[in-house]
């Protein structure tokens, strides 16, 4: 009998610890990298309504689709989106193999090291760069390439890996919203496959939920196996009003909750708000020079429809406690 | 005491039950409309090994993809493809608005019932068909469109909904695969947004798990709203090569097991077989006249691979005890 009771009284505490233990995760901040304020309150708002059964809001978990932005959303797109500068790295690379670049533009001033005068022909010219260095080689061999060269690369202001120029409370708001049963896609303007090799251990993001805008690809059946080959012809531009598009096409459900931070997010935006019942629309405002960067540019339509809409505007100074993850020695 | 040991024996009791019934689960057959025989032991023998952690084989639950051809493969195909006969109700229904239809083919002839004479122009034909009757209108349009023709839409030889001429077999083989941490897709020559609105249902497959062939759709802000207007020009073909294209655009990842059977599969099948690690291919092979029907047109090429691969093959007659679910009266 002695035993018995010790057994229970054991038992009876380890159920007290566990008990202990659900609430303490329950109360802790599922955000705590955010400041206390309107925006924290407005996001646990919107996830606290749309996932209380009781609540008349509640949507089923089938239709909890959030999608995200990735360049200024979801990590750093300053001074130029992360993909350009593994295009610049690329001509590097690739140059040996093409003397003609040494004269011709926009490739002659890659090399020279004058970015402005590369980036002169505006879209044009990185087209051309993207095209002339990240086509031409099968899907399995571009991942590779990627995977390698996303290991090593750093930013050129902080000297962090581009993997570590993610935004600390982005992480945890990805995390909090697959808690709480949402589907979290990537919807960006840069290329799909580019992002795919890392979004998984990064973002917590599958490839399956990355949306992103790529070039024609064609299989081929070779003496050792199928390849599919990367051609350097635009397949479809995941911008502005793509964004919708892209969305239709890869998941087929219009989202309850979009996240974004410029004019190529302002349409997505648009439609994951048209829909019925409650939807949730946020803006990252780059508002922080010290920590991260400050400017308005190429956002000014955005952030006046968020004024209009009513949408949640994250001022990146006020709102976040801290911007990038710690740093891992 | 009394009252504490009659407490631990039905305790003891319901561990018991437990037991037994998880015993009984595990032995259950996953696949009871399936014949004993090699094709079934295939099936079996390939997801064991993938999923038992102390196989040499085994694979991560996130890379467990499975791809399925829709027509001929999760539902009947014949007489015509169900697509078609939507296609063919949209003509009578729109014809009152296009009273040009009466003498213009392939259109009078659909209208005349003579289906022979209409189709005689090929894809051609086809395509125009389909341009006619599914594009125009809003995705959301089509949408309802479609949802409301297929409740209620029956196919002419049974007399019985699209949407029971499924494969019950096959059902139970997208089920156990589910079970066993599978990702189930629908990759198929057909209209993604023709199969979107009712795949859940039919076959547990959420609409972001069905890659299909797709048209051109365009942003457009309304007064009450955005929209995505469906435009008569085909933006992707998925089928023969293009499933290949089409599972990397969608998925990102490279299937582990492919299920078709013609030869708008083959490449999918080649593609799928093509990776490293234990791989899965089968054909269902329409072997039965009597319960369903009996054809090798179309699949000659992805037969004749079949053998000299070493996939599995469905003889439909000898491997199924039944082809469709019982009839809900």
Redesign the interface.
């Known amino acids: 009998m002695r035993l018995k009771q010790i057994f229970l009284t054991i038992c009876f505490i380890g159920c007290i610890i566990f008990v202990h233990q659900v609430a303490i995760a329950q109360k802790s901040d599922p955000l705590p990298s955010w400041n206390d304020g309107k925006t924290k309150t407005a996001i646990i708002d919107f996830v606290s309504k749309v996932t209380d059964a009781t609540s008349p809001d509640v949507v089923p978990v089938?239709e909890r689709i959030a999608t995200f932005d990735n360049d200024g959303t979801l990590w750093s797109e300053k001074p130029l989106y992360v993909q350009l500068f593994f295009a610049l790295d690329r001509i590097k690379e690739l140059a040996p193999q093409h003397l003609e670049w040494k004269t011709q533009e926009p490739f002659a001033s890659v090399l020279k090291g004058d970015l402005k005068k590369a980036f002169e022909g505006g879209d044009k010219a990185i087209l051309e760069i993207v095209m002339a260095t990240q086509t031409g080689m099968t899907?399995e061999e571009f991942k590779t390439i990627v995977a390698n060269w996303i290991k090593t690369a750093k930013h050129p202001k902080t000297n962090r890996l581009y993997t570590e120029m993610v935004y600390q409370p982005m992480l945890e708001l990805l995390g909090y919203l697959r808690n709480n049963g949402f589907?979290t896609y990537i919807v960006s303007g840069g290329g799909?496959?580019f992002m795919?090799p890392w979004t998984?251990p990064v973002y917590g993001i599958?490839?399956?939920q990355?949306v992103g805008s790529?070039i024609e690809?064609?299989?081929e059946?070779r003496a050792n196996?199928?390849v599919?080959m990367r051609l350097p012809k635009v397949n479809f531009v995941d911008d502005k009003?793509?964004k919708?598009?892209g969305i239709?096409?890869?998941?087929?459900?219009r989202p309850i909750a979009a996240f974004g931070n410029s004019d190529g997010d302002l349409?997505m935006l648009?439609?994951t708000t048209?829909g019925n019942g409650a939807r949730f629309a946020l803006l990252v405002h780059h508002t922080d020079a010290d920590r991260e960067y400050a400017y308005n540019h190429g956002a000014e339509k955005a952030l006046e429809a968020a004024k209009v809409n009513g949408w949640t505007v994250v001022n990146m100074k006020e709102d976040w406690k801290t911007v990038y993850p710690p740093e891992t020695k």
């Not at 239709?248 to 459900?253: D, F, Q």
């Open positions: 089938e899907t589907k799909i496959e795919r998984e599958p490839p399956e990355v790529s690809t064609k299989f059946m196996g199928p599919l009003a793509g919708p598009v239709n096409s890869h998941i087929g459900r349409q648009q439609w048209a």
